[in-house]
């Protein structure tokens, strides 16, 4: 066949596609690790999903309940991030900054729980076992800066304990517990530091539930219970050395010195996208206009979705900069065989931005 019969089917091809497929290009203007990048963490957030209860497909994922699919929104980001915006890249990596302290902070947690899990365990049993213990282990001898403190923790239900070493011993198998239950996450998050960061700056909402993975609250209780029982081992010290029980002095300032100043956890401060530029607000989220031509996100992710069509579609919608050739444009024109073709070779000569295939 000539190169000429070659082209004219070519085009002819072209002219019979339906106008989504414009947009369907296997191709990025420039590079784009960010894409691949969200599509590879979304999918592996997804195969955590029945532990999280979460979905378990990352096509699924809408955690602000905007009617966004996630995995769309992540696509516009990348398409703005590729396309040269450096708001929006700026934005994404201060996010992504934050998941990092995240990560080790998480990280220094799971590293205290596993050293001062076993401390309070060991004391507990040292404690209940010296020969000090009718003295030093009894709740009743207590100061009287510390027995409310007792009362109102440990004596009330639901542990109603009756001496100082089930408090170490209860807590102490807690915190070996939650290391346990711990000690994955801060790879578990390290690996997907990119979606994290795009999920926090879609909107304060989805911010709001990426947060809800940082168990602040429980650490700070863990904390308040740990001061108590650093406080409780300081008298302990001192009444073992009033009986001179010398190990339980010693055994008293092992476990105070391994409680330290406990962990901290800090919730994750994200700064939600904009693209600085055509919008002002949650540019990215349902209810925002990333493009700025007072349609909302939501509204083209719903003219997409009616019509059966997938990320690149939204994105074209939500950009505008593809042209109207979008699955699901309700004033995508009606125009004849010549027209569609010369839509066809403007944009191609006009090197108009493409998509990478998403589904």
């Known amino acids: 066949m000539s190169k000429g019969k070659k082209g004219f089917l070519a085009l002819a091809v072209a002219l019979m596609l339906p106008g989504a497929a414009l947009a369907q290009v296997d191709s990025w203007t420039g590079a784009c690790a960010t894409d691949d990048a969200l599509a590879a963490q979304g999918d592996i957030l997804a195969s955590l999903g029945s532990l999280l209860n979460l979905p378990t497909n990352w096509q699924d994922f809408d ?29 994404q990596a201060a996010n992504k900054a934050e998941v990092d302290g995240l990560v080790t902070e998480f990280s220094a947690l799971v590293n ?4 001062v899990g076993p401390a309070l365990t060991t004391f507990a049993g ?11 282990d009894n709740p009743a001898n207590l100061p009287g800066a510390l027995a409310p403190y007792w009362a109102g923790v440990f004596a009330a239900p639901p542990y109603n304990f009756t001496h100082l070493s089930e408090a170490y011993g209860a807590i102490g ?3 070996s517990e939650s290391y346990n239950d711990y000690a994955p996450f801060p790879a578990v998050l390290g690996i997907i530091k990119d979606l994290l960061a795009a999920e926090g700056g879609m909107s304060t909402e989805s911010s709001a539930v990426i947060n809800g993975i940082v168990p602040v609250s429980d650490v700070a209780t863990l904390n308040q219970a740990l001061t108590l029982l650093a406080n409780i081992a300081a008298f302990t010290a001192g009444c ?45 989220a ?14 083209i992710a ?17 950009s505008g900069d593809l042209g109207d050739f979008w699955l699901g444009n309700p004033s995508l024109p009606v125009v004849g065989l ?22």
């Not at 602000?64 to 991030?81: E, G, H, K, R, T």
């Not at 040292?126 to 030093?136: D, E, F, G, K, R």
């Open 240 to 284: 073992g050395s009033g009986t001179g029980d010398a190990a339980l002095v010693t055994n008293s300032a092992t476990v105070t010195a391994a409680i330290g100043s406990g962990a901290v956890l800090n919730p994750l401060a994200f700064t939600v996208l904009d693209t600085g530029s055509k919008a002002v607000g949650e540019d990215f």
């Open 173 to 175: 198998a807690a915190c």
């Open 286 to 299: 349902g209810a925002g206009d990333f493009n700025g031509d007072s349609v909302s996100n939501g509204t």
């Open 338 to 359: 010549f027209g569609l073709g010369a839509a066809v070779c403007g944009m191609s000569a006009a090197g108009a931005l493409t998509l990478r295939r998403r589904k």
């Open 63 to 91: 955690i602000d309940a905007d009617n966004v699919p996630d995995a769309w929104q992540c696509q516009l980001l990348a398409y703005s991030i590729c396309s040269g915006n450096a708001t929006v890249a700026a934005t």
């Open 112 to 115: 205290y729980l596993g050293v």
């Open 302 to 318: 719903g003219y997409v979705d009616g019509a059966g069509g997938g990320a690149n579609d939204f994105v074209a919608g939500a």
């Open 126 to 136: 040292q404690l209940a076992s010296a020969p000090s213990a009718a003295i030093c």
